[in-house]
């Protein structure tokens, strides 16, 4: 086993991914570009859930809302994808549910 001192940089980065850090902070950052691409009609009505192999999934309240959201979902998608381009997403599903 090495003695030799670490630089800081890479303990950070090895207990972060250690700890489940850099998901919490990732769910935290699509979750905020999720509110600020969707803006203040449709944030309050919906919840970024995931982001799985580049799909963002997104609780909305009702089919209704689903289907307007998805009228508009290419423009979201480009937003998306300026506001964290580390997300790499290129799409968007609305999956209708509780936003208990």
Do not use: C, N
Not at 89 to 99: C, H
Request: proline share 3%; glycine share 8%; net charge positive.
């Amino acid at each position: 086993m090495s003695h030799e001192p670490r630089h800081i940089g890479d303990v950070l980065a090895q207990l972060m991914a250690r700890r489940g850090y850099a998901r919490v902070q990732a769910a935290s950052a699509f979750a905020e570009a999720w509110r600020t691409a969707a803006g203040e009609k449709w944030a309050t009505r919906t919840r970024a859930l995931a982001v799985k192999r580049g799909v963002l999934e997104v609780l909305v309240g009702s089919s209704t809302l689903a289907q307007e959201l998805g009228f508009q979902k290419k423009a979201l998608v480009r937003e998306l994808a300026q506001l964290v381009p580390d997300e790499k997403i290129r799409d968007v599903k609305f999956k209708v549910g509780p936003l208990t």
